[in-house]
């Protein structure tokens, strides 16, 4: 038996990669488009926009309720300065890029596994990649984003009754995972060595 039969995925396999690549390459581009159409229509459109502020805002709750308050207010401003815009604007436009970069690259990887090559060269590239532009990406779509947003509850501060404060929120999780993703990349180069090996021996 050849290691290239030996190593192939099962025709079901196959058609199941395909559905999932199909699938999660149509969720990417949609996720992508989504957010770069929004972040180009703050800029280009800066009337009338939706920012989300953090907040502190009491909330009358009844019997048994010690105490309740909500934590975002959702602000539709009619003319916001023109860097807070383009910093929330620039946010949206990493996170698009983020899921366009890890879309294409898992795309690539999973289409190699389709076409029986699961440990290719480039897979170690494709890993890194996605790794690096999920820590990264969302660090600074988090970090661009976030000084937006406490930028625009400066400004809205008043205007809204003292209810925005101004904070800044950053999810530390999809961080980590970038980088383990990362490190999953030296696995595949581990995987891509161990089948070299085998196909020499065969």
């Keep these: 038996m050849s290691s290239e039969t030996s190593t192939a995925p099962r025709r079901a396999d196959r058609v199941t990669i395909v559905v999932i690549l ?12 989504t957010g770069l159409i929004s972040a180009i ?11 989300r502020l ?8 009844g019997a048994g309720i010690v105490a309740a308050h909500g934590d975002s207010l959702v602000v539709v401003a009619d003319r916001l300065d023109a860097g807070i815009l383009w910093l929330i604007a620039a946010g949206e436009a990493c996170g698009a890029l983020m899921v366009a970069a890890v879309t294409l690259s898992f795309g690539y990887l999973l289409w190699q596994v ?8 480039a897979a170690q590239t494709a ?13 600074l779509s988090q970090g661009l984003g976030g000084l937006g ?4 509850a400066g400004d809205l501060q008043e205007a809204t009754g003292g209810m925005a404060l101004v904070q800044f929120e950053l ?11 990362m490190a999953l990349a030296y696995a595949f180069h581990a995987g891509h060595r161990l089948q070299r090996d085998t196909e020499g021996l065969v």
């Design 149 to 152: 947003q406490m930028m625009a």
């Design 22 to 33: 199909v699938v999660g390459a149509l969720a990417g581009a949609l996720i992508a488009a």
């Design 114 to 121: 389709a076409q029986r090559r699961p440990f290719p060269r």
């Design 171 to 181: 999810a530390p999780l999809p961080i980590l995972i970038g980088f383990a993703i």
């Design 41 to 51: 229509s703050r800029v280009a459109s800066p009337d009338a926009q939706t920012v």
């Design 127 to 139: 890993v890194l990649v996605s790794g690096c532009a999920i820590a990264f990406g969302s660090l």
């Design 54 to 61: 953090l907040a502190d805002i009491p909330v009358e709750a």
